[in-house]
């Protein structure tokens, strides 16, 4: 087919992607940005699992982040700036990375546009995944809650991480939009299914995974 070898050559040659993924909490953001990020051959970076990382080894920034966790409240943007500006200069970040629950404000996202600018690279594309309606995503996280024991899926933290979801975290999207950077995919149905349409969706954007990557990930 001539768009596999069209797409083995733009991948050849392409350097890897700089890329965000944006959705409000139980919008299945983790499972798709490891499965986004490993047919690019990118590291998913995660804020989230790396303050839950540090909780869960007792180091002395996870005792400083695990209230604003258990609350469903945002860390505050000097400490996770550095935390994340400190990931993205380690070597397996330097041909792109998916960012993953960064930024979620204002000034988080304007920290990545200097981070990105001082050290010569731009984003490429932010995945926005549009999710079921609140009370879906509640009953869903609950129920995640119960059987994966994380602390902060409870119904009221789940409430709240909504409101600073559509407070703080959902206005950058328009602001993306407005760079023609956004690639909007319906995360209802299968996780393979998502990934598929998210793959399709950066492709058309010239950002392309390696065909058996594609395959592999779209049939689950
Ligand atoms: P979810 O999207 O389900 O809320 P995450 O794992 O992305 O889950 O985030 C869990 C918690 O980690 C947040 O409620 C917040 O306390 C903290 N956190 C994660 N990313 C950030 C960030 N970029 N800025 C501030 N706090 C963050």
Known sequence: MASTSH????SASRPGARLLIVGPPGA???????????????P?????????ENIRNGTPLGARVQHFLDAGDLVPDTLTNELVADRMRQPDAEQGFLLDGFPRTPEQADFLDAHLAQHGGTLDAVIRLVADNDEVIIRRLVQRGLELGRSDDTEDTIRHRLEVY?????????MYEQRGLLAEVDSLGPIGHVTARTLAALADRGIIADEPANHQLADT
């Open 166 to 174: 559509t407070q703080q975290t959902a206005p950058l999207i328009r």
């Open 28 to 42: 299945g953001k983790g499972t798709q940005a490891a499965r986004i990020a490993a047919a690019l051959r990118i």
């Open 44 to 52: 998913a970076i995660s804020t989230g699992d790396i303050f839950r």
């Open 7 to 10: 797409a083995n050559a733009a």
